[in-house]
């Protein structure tokens, strides 16, 4: 799974993770702020500046947009239906400039970094009891770890249904999927526990 | 947090990834592809329970915020939180939630099978579409600027589908209880 | 290694999965075979304390299991599935996992990371993708993530199960070359022919305890009833 950061040496590059996220909750609620078509339009420019300073090449750049984009566009004229038009291009011009502040800081910022970050903001709330902090990294890896032999796994059982002449139907397919899958959770909660990688925790006593 | 728990709401993550991916299957009275991602979301509800179901989805919602392009259609990053969706992805935990806390209070083993199907059934329309599309609305409603009877309007052509999915949820949730139980009891 | 079971058993509710087992082992390669079903894996996950004894107590190393932070230093566990061990996509990070957990510094970690890949020739394993790996090469970087931490006393649940003639060549080679000390539970009994010292386990019970020649050829008797 690739992810979304790109490598780079620009500005936005060098900010640590907690100023971009800093900024981009500040940018967040100026945006919500301002129904001012023309704060809202330079804020547009703004933020696609810097979006395309980070180094992407310019139609990755807007293949990543895209999908959100088209959302964004699509409430709007929906809303243009009903409402005085400068509502919309609001809500427009907001959403865009929000989403192209949030893809740069994705751009350039390392999952690393944002676990890191994660773990920290989970600190404290380690002492409530809720969660353990470094559980976030890891759970994070066992996704990754495991999403492709899920995939596998799905192709097997398309596989079998074949080899049997039976349609693929979801329940047919899903439940053995879910099953298998959930299967090996045993098997490698042992695994990590016999590590002692989550220390602190009372070790199941099965 | 028992590792085990961890380990299978992670696992759970793992499979709504995957339906992110994979492409959509075809329910057979009906030539419509069902795209998985939100089904999985209800089922990890009726799978899980409420607590590692709603982990689960918390999970993917990391996932993406960290900038892994595991929603469905490669989107991903805190950009996809700018979309005027956005509410429909928080829902996701809510409607993870509730799914899963209707399901161990109404579902119990010594129910027939097509009680515990109902009871999955009621988990996931109220769970997964209810909950789900207050949400959903509601930031439609405010962030996007729609209004909320517009917001409401503009979102009920997706009920129909969700509707399906709750049913197909319901069947998988109850094939897997039998298979292998996972589901808390709670009295 | 010094491990002392002192009328340890393992019961759940009314089913016995272990009769109280008194006994010391400190050889240095250590089998454990029997039936599945026969309490092998309950005896031997009793030492590393990730199963409690439900009477009578365990001690490695001077230090009872009921402390099971302690002991998990000293015991390193590999298990069946080459796949359910490496828990993070790439090999490198997943050993470097177990120790970042017990609080090495990051030049720490990576100057032992290095030296478990030399040790066991795997460097060309670490930048690898688990999901692209065979079952030897799991078990081998499983080997790396366990003994990366330093434990004296390593466990192997039937470790060459489900890998092919290849692989279960190299894990066997491996394992007769460990410093370490050695328990290792196998329905493969060329794997422990040679051993000193052979456990059998029959329906709960400690059946035999014998070198290897004497102890397999009473478990045969036991599976060809």
């Known amino acids: 799974m690739k992810s979304l950061f790109v490598e780079g040496n620009s500005a936005m590059h060098r900010l640590s993770a907690r100023a971009k996220l800093v900024a981009l909750a500040a940018v967040g609620v100026l945006l919500f702020l301002s129904a001012n078509l023309l704060l809202l339009a330079l804020a547009v420019l703004a933020t696609a500046a810097i979006y ?32 005085p038009w ?13 989403m192209l502040f949030a893809a740069a800081v994705t751009a350039t910022t390392t999952i690393a970094q944002f676990i890191d970050e994660i773990t920290l903001l989970a600190r404290p709330l380690e002492r409530l009891g809720l969660l353990r902090a470094d559980d976030v990294g890891l759970a994070v890896g066992l996704v990754v770890r495991f999403v492709p032999e899920i995939l596998d796994r799905y192709h097997a059982i398309r596989e079998a249904h074949a080899a049997r002449g039976l349609k693929v139907r979801p329940t047919t397919v899903l439940v053995p ?28 006593t099965r | 947090m028992s590792t085990r728990d ?86 996701w935990v ?27 059934f009621f988990a996931a329309i109220i769970g997964g579409i209810v909950v789900l599309y207050a949400f959903g609305i509601a930031y439609l409603a405010v962030a996007a600027q729609l ?24 069947l998988v949730g109850r094939a897997v209880m039998v298979g292998y139980p996972l589901l808390p009891v709670r009295s | ?13 009314a089913r016995v999965a272990l009769a109280p087992v008194t006994l010391q082992l400190t050889e240095k390669r250590v089998g454990i075979i029997g039936l599945n079903g026969s309490g092998k894996t309950t005896f031997a996950r009793l030492i590393n304390g990730l199963t409690k004894p439900s009477v009578g107590r365990v001690v490695v190393n001077g230090r009872d299991t009921a402390d099971t932070k302690a002991v998990l230093t000293d015991v390193g566990f590999i298990f069946q599935s080459p796949q359910n061990q490496i828990i993070l996509p790439v090999v490198r990070d997943d050993i470097a996992f177990g120790l970042k957990s017990r ?76 410093p370490e000390s050695a328990i290792v539970i196998s329905h493969d009994l060329e794997l422990v022919a040679d051993y000193e010292r052979v456990l059998v386990f029959h329906e709960g019970n400690l059946f035999a305890d014998a070198p290897a020649t004497e102890a397999i050829r009473r478990y045969r008797e036991i599976a060809s009833r």
Not at chain 1, 86 to 98: N, P, Q
Not at chain 2, 155 to 167: H, L, R, T
């Open chain 1, 52 to 83: 395309f300073s980070i180094g992407l090449p310019t139609r990755s750049a807007l293949a990543r947009l895209k999908p959100i984009f088209l959302t964004i566009l699509i409430v709007a004229l929906f809303s243009l239906t009903f409402k």
């Open chain 2, 94 to 120: 809510f409607a993870a939630f509730v799914t899963g806390y209707l399901s161990e209070r109404l579902v119990k083993s010594e129910q027939s099978a097509l009680m515990q199907t109902v009871g999955f």
């Open chain 3, 103 to 178: 609080g090495y510094k990051p030049a720490e970690i990576t100057a032992k990371v290095e030296a478990i890949l030399q040790r066991f020739s795997a460097a060309h394993l670490a930048e690898r993708r688990a999901h692209e790996l065979s079952g030897g090469e799991l078990q081998l970087a499983a080997l790396c993530s366990v003994l990366a931490t330093g434990p004296d006393i390593l466990i192997l649940d039937e470790p060459t199960n489900q890998l092919d003639l290849k692989n279960r060549g190299l894990v066997q080679r491996l394992v007769e070359s460990l």
């Open chain 2, 147 to 170: 209004g909320l009877s517009k917001a409401f309007l503009g979102s009920m052509a997706f009920i129909p589908g969700d509707v399906i999915k709750a049913f197909v949820a319901a």
């Open chain 2, 6 to 91: 961890l380990v299978l709401s992670a696992l759970f993550a793992a499979i709504i990834v995957a339906l992110g991916i994979l492409p959509p299957i075809t329910l057979g009275f009906i030539p419509v592809p069902i795209t998985a991602q939100s089904l999985g979301v209800m089922m990890a509800g009726v799978v899980l329970g409420a607590r590692r179901g709603t982990i689960a989805v918390l999970i993917v919602l990391v996932l993406v915020a960290i900038g892994l392009p595991v929603l469905s259609g490669g989107r991903g990053g805190l950009a996809a939180f700018a979309a005027p969706t956005t509410g429909f992805l928080i829902g």
């Open chain 1, 86 to 98: 400068h509502v919309a291009v609001v809500a427009l011009l907001r959403l865009t400039a929000l």
């Open chain 1, 177 to 204: 999927l879910i099953i298998l899958t959930l299967r090996d959770a045993d098997n490698i909660a042992a695994a990590i526990d016999a590590r002692g990688v989550r220390r602190h925790v009372n070790v199941r």
């Open chain 3, 1 to 13: 290694m010094d491990i002392r079971f002192e009328s340890a058993g393992v019961s759940y509710g």
